[in-house]
């Protein structure tokens, strides 16, 4: 019975350790989730905070271009002003890509409810590991 309990412990372990990639995507996807949870509180800079705070950050929307992280969270609060412009978002990943080490690829579709309107779009998100925490560095959004 012993050497049946040992092997089994050993097995787990192994199993728990070679599952665990270790390629971010457990983390990106939570931090996805906490993006999800803000901006369906109206909490806008609790959204922004997996982006990159850097002027390096790229956004790229329907209005093109857009450079930096305070650039990103005024362009935001400007397009959706208060809670009801918000409404309820929700991500739909579609494909993770490990890009190398530090880098991720995340590809999926957005979806906004609102009162008056449903808005769909796209996304892909590259994220980067800076200083041990994955970070968005570039977004583009349509």
């Known amino acids: 019975m012993n050497k049946f309990l040992l092997l089994t412990l050993i097995v787990s372990i192994q199993s728990s350790c070679c599952n665990n990639t270790g390629d971010g995507r457990?983390?990106?996807?939570?931090l996805m989730?906490?993006?999800?949870?803000?901006?369906?509180?109206?909490?806008?800079?609790?959204?922004?905070?997996?982006?990159?705070?850097?002027?390096?950050?790229?956004?790229?929307?329907?209005?093109?271009?857009?450079?930096?992280?305070?650039?990103?969270?005024?362009?935001?609060?400007?397009?959706?002003p208060d809670k009801v412009a918000m409404g309820?978002?929700?991500?739909?990943?579609?494909?993770?890509?490990t890009l190398g080490k530090n880098h991720s690829l995340v590809l999926g579709r957005w979806i906004l409810y609102?009162?008056?309107?449903?808005?769909?779009?796209s996304y892909s998100l590259t994220w980067q590991k800076i200083d041990g925490k994955?970070?968005?560095?570039?977004?583009?959004?349509?």
């Open 134 to 142: 994955w970070q968005i560095i570039a977004d583009h959004s349509s």
């Open 114 to 121: 609102r009162e008056k309107d449903t808005l769909r779009g």
């Open 33 to 80: 989730e906490q993006q999800e949870q803000a901006w369906n509180k109206g909490d806008i800079k609790g959204f922004m905070k997996p982006y990159w705070n850097s002027d390096s950050l790229i956004f790229i929307g329907s209005r093109g271009f857009t450079y930096g992280w305070q650039t990103t969270l005024d362009r935001y609060r400007q397009s959706y």
């Open 26 to 30: 457990d983390e990106i996807f939570s």
């Open 88 to 97: 309820q978002l929700l991500f739909e990943n579609k494909s993770y890509k």
